[in-house]
Each structure stands twice: as C-alpha cells, then as structure tokens.
C-alpha cells in the first residue's frame, strides 16, 4: 500500500469527494485508511465500567475508508506514488506527476 500514516490525502469517490485530511490509521490487511475529519459517523456509547466516569451517549468519529478513494496530495492536486531505488539502496516514494520525493 503507497499511503502511509502522516500523509496528506484527498478523496476522489464517495460522499466527502474533495476533502483532504492527514491519515491516522492504516490498515493494509483490510486495505482501508482512517483520514482526520473525513466519512464522519455517529457512534451510540453505553455508560459501562471499563468506561468508569464516562457518560452515555453520541460520539462523532471518523470511519475507515478504502485506500483506493483517496490519493495523495501534492500542491492541492491529487498525485500517483511510485517507488525509486537511490543510489544507496533505499527504496523512497516519488510522486508520478512530478518525480519529486513523497
């Protein structure tokens, strides 16, 4: 998978198509991402013992989406990874548009 945590991505399907936000979370079993303040949904809690001191009630958290509606940013666009070997022997990521390093 060419997205990793940290990066800077927009999504390009689905109902929060143009919104950009950070990753949190990857998943690569499930090929899904968790991206800040994108595919919100409302989550009923229940007031339990493990929640000791938490109250019941609605939470607003950002659901997985799968990797391949969303792509990484580079100046506001949307851009395709690739790799490189450097001359050390290092494997980078490159943007596909303009060769630069990810």
Sequence with gaps: ???????????????DKGA???????????ERVVVEGVNIIT???????????KESGQVKV???????NVALVEDGKPVRAGYRIDEDGTKVRVSRRTGKEI
């Design 62 to 68: 950002e659901a997985p989406l799968h990797v391949s």
């Design 20 to 30: 950009t936000g950070k990753v949190l979370r990857v998943d690569p079993s499930r």
């Design 43 to 53: 989550k009923n809690i229940k007031a339990d013992a493990q929640r000791a001191g």
């Design 1 to 15: 998978m060419k997205i990793k945590k940290g990066d800077e991505v927009i999504v390009i399907a689905g109902k």
